[in-house]
Nanobody
């Protein structure tokens, strides 16, 4: 069974930094793309960033200057480094993956990790 488990959320002051992680139960090469979404209270889920197995990263324009997505193949983990955090970045951050090969056509979600930006 494929699982995605996020960690690293928490409370951070405005202007601070935080890194969230998503550990997959399978090799991340099992996915043709992985990404981070976020959902704030009362708002729709929105895409933050994606990364492919060969490391190509893509971002929503409004976040590309402050957020960095990366991966660590040996740990089957992707990360989202968030800098210069703002209160409006407060949300549940969710890991997403789209399978390839034997997992083709399947989409997976983690349970999410809460990030709260507040003084």
């Amino acid at each position: 069974q494929v699982k995605l488990v996020e960690s690293g959320g928490g409370l951070v002051q405005p202007g601070g930094s935080l890194r969230v992680s998503c550990a997959a139960s399978v090799r991340i090469s099992s996915f043709h793309v992985m990404g981070w979404y976020r959902q704030a209270p009362g708002k729709e889920r929105e895409l933050v960033a994606t990364i492919t197995p060969d490391g190509f990263a893509d971002y929503i324009d409004s976040m590309k200057d402050r957020f960095t997505i990366s991966k660590e193949n040996a740990k089957n983990t992707i990360y989202l480094q968030m800098d210069s955090l703002k209160p409006e970045d407060t949300a549940v951050y969710l890991c997403n993956a789209h399978g390839t090969g034997q997992l083709r056509g399947r989409e997976y979600w983690g349970q999410g990790t809460q990030v709260t930006v507040s003084s």
